[in-house]
């Protein structure tokens, strides 16, 4: 048998920058620096920026802890033989950021993308800026500090080159990887020059030459295949699941079935006997609030996978479930029901909802629900950890590798300057892999084990049984419409165990950047508007999954307004774009939205003219309104998140058995200006996937404290043969000097209720419960 | 001592018959390109041909694949089929985060290998136990009429 092959890890970052650091350290600029100085453990690790409010409010990337950086000396670097070296600070999860990030740079820095390289930045946002990759932050964050990184590299070239010509900088231009002497004709090419670069000074913020737009050669342009497309295809990429170690050992672990609980008793004797099976460690449980951290449990550690798994089996453990033992969907359902037809906090009041609905002619109400769900990364969680000499290097898909970092040190009682934390590519993320619970299990294991490198593996079920779920919601909506079926008075009580319980067990109400997921930001024509926000207790933890509370919020407010459409005997794309209103840019602050995605409300208001045109050309596009056999239906609904517009029409089938497919999806996206067009297409296209797979089959359920859902047959995705057939996506050209807004996250909303509303023009019936299911078999 | 052949090269495992193939790949033997996605052949990350036919290899004992031929991902691009997929993938930009795409191509290369034209209908059912969570669905069937299309020519 061959002996392990030591592939520690896809191209080790730091190591590699090190090799190639030919521009070297000679910074005579301060380098703007993270500028948010939160204390705290809790706000280091991407705590919402909204509950910082009494802090100096900063918005964009100066808003994220530790900020951005534009140094070169951190990104940039050149090897004699051209090589040039390119850092992605954010971690890859399929939204294509190794790709997107590195070309802003090698466009400014007019390098030749056959000889550029990617290296992934460990955890260390002292140098590299933020590093939370979440939000559907990255580009709009760092476009313009990744434009002045290769632009100041540039320039140090061209100075370079100046000089060995010893000629005025004025007459040279760095032109595709190397330095050309215009009267001349001379060229120098970028290895050449690399050293003498590198003694440059680095040059003033306000001296940058940035391209003009229209010299892009890679932004905006679609012109380039993914980094890592070929190494995924013949299966050298590596994942955090496939990191391999010098004498590593696997781990799998037992964890509390129920939140809260613990271990009472185990008995490893068994597991201790099964064939490869080493070692049995407990860990340590944690008490809610569930933070960040490992929930405990009983570790079995083997020679490879399948002997812990099988070890893990073995063990007897009986365990201490705690208070949240009684939690129960179908019981939780109707207590949020019952919340949700109460008052509640109120969180916007405009107008004077009560008389105002008083005085209508009529009066519709629906309520809305959507269950947990489980991110369910093709990657489950999983993570690697050695300690040598007083220092841990932790390997893993993470999303928030500082956080990592912070709590692994914090865990092992180390400085985290010791802890270095590489970040490999992501299996999927959706917002799990944010949590870094896996990676401090790793850390946790490998001290048990006097150091020793322990990969942690995470099985299907302890994917479904352990998230940071979905929040599960109840939105209760009431409006008074006049004589033509307008509504005048509108109503959204919206109830849901908020994320911030995972923080603050104490906390009841969503947070404002819960309630600005398009719950009281929504811009609508509509004079009379009450928000309230009753309390729900959360018992498992809540976390961020992929456009988060916007699920819920624009699941019940598209689908009402398509209710109140067909109340009025309206045609559903008209009464949406009527109760849009006219084209008119609404301040965040006067809809009583503090948070508005931490963008100033100055650079980005809520334009309803861009929400307008989304609609109207995902209609177009889609041939709203053209004829369509029985069974078959058109629904849309647009919305607004993470700062972009974007609008669906989804067409649906429906046989006589109740069967449903998808047969098109038309999106329309205003996201401002593209980095990487065909990325933006396709997070449309997997949004929709997405959007369809917890429309249709997305649900986690408690019992007794326990998920009910172990594997892919409880817990359902969307297969090829489910799948909308054709997703058609229609980007809004932008401009580059406008702000740009999200992608990853905000193509999800509006599909489900398109869907439903789509359903509802094929059918004649209306899906307010998801997931849908088998509603449409009754 | 369980001989079997590996993407070309003749093994003999030292580990219990029952062991899965996909852990003595990944763990013993270091071809991390086979994944694990949920142990249960219900999502088809794990998929390799075993003497030709896709198989998931995480509920494969290896004692079920002595003397026998297995191939990965590592080496499906050794056979024009699996090179045309691979290039059909890269060129249509197919992956997001790419995690399930070794199990999507070994899939789509037996596919190919019994039926070089496949319909819609066939593609849809010979890739529905292939989970991918980022939803590239679309383009996975175009990819695999591309490679079909350049596989025709040839």
């Known amino acids: ?778 | 001592m369980i001989p079997i052949e590996i993407n070309g090269r003749r093994q003999n495992i030292d580990l219990p018959g029952e062991t899965p193939l996909l852990w003595t790949l990944r763990d013993e033997l270091g071809l991390t390109g086979t994944k694990f996605g949920c142990g249960m052949a219900l999502c088809g990350a794990c998929t390799v041909h075993l003497d030709g036919q896709a198989v998931r290899s995480c509920l494969t004992p290896i004692s079920a694949a002595a003397n026998k031929k297995v191939v990965t991902i590592e080496a499906v691009g050794n056979a024009p089929v699996g090179k045309a997929l691979q290039a059909a993938w890269v060129d249509l930009g197919v992956p997001q985060c790419g995690y399930c795409q070794a199990g999507q191509i070994m899939s789509a290369a037996a596919l190919l290998a019994r039926n070089a034209n496949p319909t819609d209908a066939q593609i849809d059912q010979a890739m529905s136990g292939n989970i991918c969570r980022c939803g590239t669905y679309t383009r996975i069937r175009a990819a695999i009429k591309q490679a079909a299309k350049q596989g025709g020519t040839r």
Request: hydrophobic share 40%; aromatic share 6%.
């Open chain 1, 1 to 778: 048998m061959s002996a392990p092959v030591d592939r520690t890890t896809h191209p080790g970052a730091e190591a590699s920058i090190g090799r190639s650091l030919i521009i070297a350290n000679v910074s005579r600029r301060r380098f703007l620096q993270g500028v948010s100085a939160f204390g705290g453990l809790v706000l280091a690790v991407g705590y919402p920026s909204a509950i910082r409010a009494e802090e100096a409010k900063k918005y964009g990337a100066d808003g994220m802890p530790n900020g951005w950086t534009d140094n070169p000396l951190a990104f940039v670097s050149i090897a004699e033989d051209g090589t040039v070296t390119i850092v992605c600070h954010r971690s890859e999860m399929g939204q294509g950021i190794r790709t997107g990030m590195p070309m802003i740079v090698a466009d400014e820095l007019e390098a030749d993308w056959k000889r550029v390289r990617v290296a992934q930045a460990p955890g260390d946002e002292k140098k590299f800026g933020n590093q939370d990759t979440d939000g559907s932050r990255s580009t709009r964050h760092f476009f313009e500090p990744m434009r002045r990184c290769g632009a100041a590299a540039r320039t140090m070239l061209e100075a370079a080159a100046a000089e060995r010509w010893k000629v005025p900088v004025s007459e040279v231009e760095a032109q595709n990887h190397e330095v050309v002497h215009r009267p001349s004709g001379r060229r120098l090419g970028y290895g050449a020059l690399a050293k003498a670069a590198a003694s440059q000074p680095v040059p003033a913020r306000d001296t940058l030459r940035l391209k003009d737009p229209k010299k892009f050669r890679y932004i905006g342009k679609g012109n380039l295949k993914l980094v890592d497309g070929r190494d995924i295809v013949t299966g050298k990429a590596q994942y955090g699941i496939d990191t391999r170690l010098p004498g590593m050992l696997y781990a799998v672990v037992a964890r509390p079935p129920v939140y809260g609980g613990k271990v009472a008793s185990f008995d490893p004797a068994e597991a201790l006997k099964v064939p490869g099976v080493q070692k049995v460690v407990q860990i340590e449980d944690s008490p809610p609030p569930a933070h960040f951290n490992p929930v405990g449990g009983v570790a079995v550690i083997g020679r490879n996978t399948w002997a812990a798994m099988q070890g893990r089996q073995a063990l007897k453990i009986t365990w201490d479930d705690g208070p949240n033992a009684s939690y129960d969907s179908v019981a939780f359902k109707a207590s949020l029901e019952e919340s949700a037809r109460k008052p509640g906090k109120v969180v916007r009041n405009d107008g004077d909802f009560a008389a105002a609905a008083a005085g209508a002619p009529r009066r519709l109400d629906a309520e809305y629900y959507v269950p947990h769900l489980a991110h369910a990364t093709m990657e489950a969680p999983a993570a690697a950890a050695r300690i040598m000499n007083g220092k841990c290097e932790v390997w893993g898909p993470f999303q928030s590798p500082q956080a990592t970092r912070d709590l692994v040190a914090k865990r092992l009682g180390m400085s985290a300057d010791d802890v270095t934390v590489h970040v490999t590519l992501l299996g999927g993320g959706f917002g799990r892999k944010s949590k870094p619970d896996y990676g401090i299990e790793a850390a946790v294991l490998s001290k048990a084990m006097d150091g020793k490198p322990v990969k942690v593996t995470w099985t299907r079920d302890d994917d479904l049984h352990h998230g940071y779920y979905h929040t599960v919601s109840v939105e209760h909506l009431e409006a008074g419409v006049d004589g033509q079926g307008k509504p005048v008075a509108w109503l959204h009580r919206t109830v849901a165990p908020t994320i911030i319980s995972t923080f603050n067990p104490e906390a009841k109400n969503e947070a404002p950047f819960e309630l600005g997921m398009g719950v009281i930001n929504v811009p609508f024509a509509i004079p009379n508007v009450r928000i309230e926000n009753p309390e729900a207790i959360a018992h498992t933890r809540i976390g961020w999954f992929r456009s988060v509370s916007n699920i819920p919020h624009a699941f019940a407010v598209q689908s009402f307004v398509a209710e109140l459409a067909a109340a009025a005997g309206r045609d559903p794309k008209d009464f949406l774009l009527e109760v849009i209103g006219p084209a008119r840019q609404v301040s965040p602050e006067l809809l009583g939205d503090t948070w508005n995605h931490g963008e100033s409300p100055e650079r980005y208001p809520v334009d309803t003219g861009r929400l307008r045109r989304v609609a109207e050309v995902a209609a177009r596009e889609a041939g709203w309104g053209k004829k369509l056999p029985k069974g078959r239906g058109l629904g849309i609904a647009a919305h607004y998140s993470f700062v972009s517009y974007i609008a669906a029409v989804v067409e649906v089938a429906v046989d006589d058995k109740g069967v449903l497919t998808v047969p098109r999806v038309d999106m329309a996206v205003d996201c401002g200006a593209c980095v990487n067009p065909d990325r933006v297409r396709a997070q449309m296209e997997g949004a929709a996937v997405m959007g369809v797979a917890l429309a249709t089959l997305g649900e986690i359920s408690f019992k007794g404290g326990r998920v009910e859902q172990d594997n892919f047959n409880g817990y359902q995705v969307t297969r090829i043969n489910e799948a909308p057939r054709d997703i058609r996506v229609h980007i809004i050209p932008g401009d580059f000097s406008k702000p740009m807004g999200g992608v990853g996250e905000p193509g999800v909303p509006p599909i489900p209720p398109a869907l439903c509303n789509a359903i509802f023009a094929a059918t004649g019936k209306r899906i307010r419960r998801l997931p849908i299911r088998d509603q449409l078999k009754a």
